[in-house]
């Protein structure tokens, strides 16, 4: 059974970074997506950044492009979000979230429906 744990999230002011750790353990998949999606309250879960197996090609949502950067670490099954430049608008629960890439979804994209793994979520608090 895979399990996603976050962990890194806290309070900055604005223009401050974070990073983010999701850890992935129990994790088969040769061919897989994972990615970094959030919600503020009141809103629907977005989208982040989602990175792909081998090349780690990397997906950004407009509103993060040159602000935030997607990693993985293959031997510690970890992937990161480091967030630069954080804005107010960037206040979040973060949610780190995986997906088998088959040969019906080889794409990586930020459809939430096709990630059937997620985990519990760490908030990000962004003060102006």
């Known amino acids: 059974q895979v399990q996603l744990v976050e962990s890194g999230g806290g309070s900055v002011q604005a223009g401050g970074s974070l990073r983010l750790s999701c850890a992935a353990s129990?994790?088969?998949?040769?061919?897989?997506?994972m990615g970094w999606f959030r919600q503020a309250p009141g809103k629907e879960r977005e989208g982040v950044a989602v990175?792909?197996?081998?090349?780690?090609?990397?997906t950004y949502a407009d509103s993060v492009k040159g602000r935030f950067t997607i990693s993985q670490d293959n031997a510690k099954n970890t992937v990161y979000l480091q967030m630069n430049s954080l804005k107010p608008e960037d206040t979040a629960m973060y949610y780190c979230?995986?997906?088998?890439?088959?040969?019906?979804?080889?794409?990586?994209?930020?459809?939430?429906?096709?990630?059937?793994?997620w985990g519990q979520g760490t908030q990000v608090t962004v003060s102006s």
């Open positions: 129990g994790y088969s998949y040769s061919h897989y997506c």
């Open positions: 979230a995986a997906r088998a890439r088959t040969w019906f979804q080889p794409s990586c994209t930020f459809g939430t429906e096709q990630y059937n793994t």
């Open positions: 990175i792909q197996d081998g090349g780690g090609r990397a």
